[in-house]
C-alpha cells in the first residue's frame, strides 16, 4: 500500500512558524495515533507528513492537535553536556596535571606481597607461617595439599592478586580455594547443632542431632566470619560472638537461626572461594593472576592450594607469592 501525504503549511499551520522534523516525528509516534507514521520532509513553506495508511477520523484530530501545538524547538541533543554534580578534583601535580591512580586497595590498608601464611599459633602473628612453596618428588601422592593461614580477627585483610613460578612440570595442575576451617564433631542426640545440607553446622534447640568437640572460642576452633562485600551483602550467617582482644578469644556464642548472625560453622571443608582453578604447568614458567578486584578474607578462613600431578610421575616445584591488603604488615 502506497504511504499517504498529509501536507501542512509553515507559515499558517505551525504557531511559530517552523518545523523540527525529529521533535514532530518523536510527538508522533509517542501519540495515541494508530496509524504507522513513515516520515517528515519539510520544503519551503510545505510540511508533508507521510503514514502507511489514511488516518482515522480520530487520528487526524490527533494529528491537527499536534501541529497546533508543536513549538518548533528540536530534541536536546546528547552533544550537550550539562554538569550534573560539580566535582572538585583537586589532585595534581607541580604541573597542574590531574593525577589519577587506579587501585584497588581498600582505605586504610596496605600493600602487602608474601610468600608465606601466618603462625596459626599466634592470632597476632605477621607473615611467619608455612611457606607457599609445593614440591612433588617421585613417590610423593599424586595429589598434595598446602594450606596457609592468615590471623584477620584483628588484621582485616584483602586477596588481590597471585604469581607461580614453576619447574619441570608436565602438565601438572594447581588450583587455590578458601576453606572454613573445620571443628571436630560427632554424632549425639539432644544437642543444640544439626547439620544442614550435609555441610554446614546450624542452631538446633536441644533436639540436634551432632556435638561440637573443638573449642569454638578459639579463633581457629570452626567460627568462619562472613565478610560484607562491596554491596553491603553478606551471606546468611547462623551464629554471633564477641571477640575479646585481651584474652584473644571469642565469648558470647550464641546462635542465629534465622540466618543474620556474622558467623558460620562448617562440618566439612567445603571452598567458599576459588581463585584459581587446574592451572596447567608445563615445563619452566611465571604466570600472574591479575585482577582489579579484591576480596575480604573472614577469620577462620584458610588458602588450601592443591597439586595434581599427571602421569608418569616426576618431580617438580612450584612457589607462589599473593598479594594482600592488610591493616597490618608486621
Aim: hydrophobic content about 35%; aromatic content about 10%.
Amino acid at each position: 500500500m502506497a504511504d499517504v501525504k498529509y501536507t501542512f503549511s509553515v507559515s499558517q499551520d505551525f504557531p511559530n512558524g517552523i518545523v523540527a522534523t525529529d521533535k514532530l516525528e518523536y510527538e508522533i509516534r509517542n501519540s495515541e495515533i494508530v496509524t504507522a507514521l513513515n516520515y517528515i520532509t519539510v520544503v519551503g513553506d510545505v510540511c508533508d507528513v507521510y503514514f502507511k495508511a489514511e488516518l482515522s477520523s480520530g487520528d487526524e484530530l490527533i494529528l491537527s492537535d499536534l501541529i497546533d501545538n508543536h513549538d518548533g524547538e528540536p530534541l536536546e541533543s546528547y552533544d550537550e553536556v550539562s554538569v550534573v554534580n560539580e566535582v572538585e578534583l583537586a589532585v595534581t601535580n607541580a604541573s597542574g596535571k590531574l593525577e589519577v591512580h587506579e587501585s584497588s586497595r581498600v582505605s586504610g590498608s596496605t600493600t602487602y606481597f608474601t610468600g608465606a601464611g601466618d603462625d596459626a599459633s599466634d592470632i597476632t602473628d605477621v607473615g611467619n607461617g608455612e611457606l607457599f612453596m609445593l614440591s612433588h618428588r617421585v613417590g610423593d601422592p599424586l595429589t598434595q595439599y598446602l594450606y596457609l593461614d592468615f590471623n584477620i580477627v584483628e588484621n582485616r585483610t584483602w586477596i588481590h592478586e597471585g604469581y607461580i613460578v614453576w619447574k619441570d612440570a608436565r602438565f601438572d595442575l594447581i588450583t587455590f580455594d578458601i576453606v572454613p576451617i573445620v571443628p571436630t564433631w560427632t554424632l549425639s542426640s539432644g544437642t543444640n547443632y544439626n547439620l544442614y545440607n550435609n555441610y554446614l553446622i546450624i542452631p538446633a534447640n536441644g533436639d540436634g542431632s551432632i556435638e561440637i568437640v573443638s573449642d569454638l572460642t578459639d579463633p581457629r576452633g570452626g567460627l568462619v566470619f562472613m565478610p560484607v562485600d562491596e554491596s553491603g551483602n553478606r551471606t546468611a550467617g547462623f551464629w554471633n560472638a564477641d571477640w575479646n582482644s585481651t584474652t584473644k578469644q571469642y565469648e558470647n556464642i550464641t546462635p542465629a537461626p534465622t540466618g543474620n548472625g556474622i558467623y558460620n560453622i562448617f562440618a566439612y571443608e567445603t571452598p567458599l572461594l576459588r581463585f584459581v582453578n587446574k592451572q596447567t604447568m608445563i615445563g619452566n614458567g611465571f604466570q600472574r593472576m591479575q585482577t582489579a578486584d579484591a576480596d575480604e578474607l573472614g577469620q577462620g578462613m584458610r588458602l588450601r592450594v592443591t597439586g595434581v600431578t599427571i602421569e608418569p610421575d616426576h618431580d617438580w616445584y612450584c612457589g607462589c607469592v599473593l598479594t594482600l591488603y592488610r591493616e597490618r604488615t608486621v
